[in-house]
């Protein structure tokens, strides 16, 4: 009777979760999975204790988790693979260790531990100790995070001094003769860094009039990222800045210490319109979504900004409208300073 019980249990569980996976394609619902098991793991580490020789599991606090994901995310950001960021971080929190225990406690492969220790003993965030049998320790947190920083920019010092001998391949390479048609487009780009460097780009040509509307949560990003100064640059050189804020303490409280000279810019009530940028009435960035997090049955999954730029003629002038109709409203004017 309890086999039987035993397996009408697993059958309605089976059942349950097949009708639950055609609600998702199956290459959403694996990934789904994966994440899944994923983040169940993580949600527990292993520690050596070196008074009882036994390797400890140890659940971690969530909010452990949620520092400790920002700072793989950024290590891999600045260069690092998945799993040499795995054995830095193991290194960093457990001292000094040999191979064949951070192989054991990462689940790697002793060969590839070996290898990857290697790489970061190379790039300087970990160290050999003059000791048999052999053990690394790694650099301090901080230290190697300076070490990562430095060698991106050295990278990219090295790109800008390729740049000109690169144009000048360009320009020796025959270019087949064509008219250049001016063509209405688009572009969705995806992560913070690809929006802010199109919404630079978009600066840096405009040549009459830049119109930016921010929520509460822009002023306070424009406010930390020196876009504001930029803004600041060039209205000072004759182009008309108008900037629109949601009212809101948090607007007042950045837009008081932004002390703008040459720009305009008034606080309105208005809701559900989301950031947007226009620039001379011919292009425009416009937000879709937001950083953030939704919870997926019960699991949070990561959303990453999105926006949309074009110079489509009829967006772009609707969009234009729409500033202008809510610049017009009955605003809470705070300051309104021509162009110098």
């Known amino acids: 009777m309890k086999t039987y019980q035993k397996s009408i249990f697993w059958i309605q569980k089976y059942k349950i979760e097949v009708e639950t996976a055609s609600k998702f394609e199956s290459e959403q619902w694996t990934e789904y999975k994966m994440e899944t098991l994923i983040e169940k793991a993580n949600a527990f580490v ?3 204790d070196n008074k009882t020789g036994l390797w400890k599991v140890v659940k971690q606090d969530k909010e452990a988790i949620r520092s400790l994901s920002i700072i793989e995310e950024t290590l891999m950001k600045l260069g690092l693979s998945k799993n040499e960021t795995k054995v830095y971080l193991f290194l960093a ?3 000094e260790k040999k191979a064949s225990e951070i192989s054991e406690a990462l689940s790697l492969h002793r060969t590839e531990t070996y290898r990857i220790l290697r790489d970061l003993e190379k790039r300087g965030l970990v160290s050999s100790v003059f000791e048999k049998p052999l053990k690394f320790i790694a650099t301090p947190f901080e230290r190697a995070i300076d070490v990562l920083i430095e060698t991106k920019k050295l990278k990219l010092k090295m790109l800008e001094q390729k740049k000109e001998r690169l144009l000048e391949a360009w320009l020796s390479i025959p270019q087949p003769e064509f008219e250049i048609e001016k063509k209405e487009v688009f572009q969705i780009l995806e992560g913070d860094e690809q929006i802010d460097l199109k919404a630079n780009e978009i600066l840096s040509r405009t040549e009459d009039m830049l119109c930016i509307f921010l929520t509460e949560d822009d002023v306070s990003k424009l406010y930390h990222s020196g876009f504001l100064d930029k803004l600041e640059r060039i209205s000072k050189k004759g182009i008309s800045v108008k900037l629109l804020a949601v009212d809101s303490p948090k607007s007042v409280f950045f837009i008081e210490k932004m002390k703008l000279e040459s720009v305009e810019y008034r606080l309105i009530e208005v809701e ?3 950031f947007f940028l226009i620039s001379d009435k011919e292009e425009l960035l416009f937000l879709l ?3 953030g997090s939704k919870i997926l049955d019960e699991k949070r999954k990561k ?9 489509y003629e ?3 002038r609707a969009l234009y409208r729409l500033f202008a109709e809510l610049w017009n409203m009955k ?4 300051v309104k300073v021509k162009a110098k």
């Open 46 to 48: 292993r520690l050596y």
């Open 331 to 334: 605003a809470k004017e705070k």
């Open 289 to 291: 979504k937001r950083n």
């Open 303 to 311: 959303i990453r900004a999105t926006a949309l730029w074009t110079n």
């Open 272 to 274: 559900d319109v989301p």
């Open 93 to 95: 929190r457990t001292g």
């Open 314 to 316: 009829v967006l772009t």
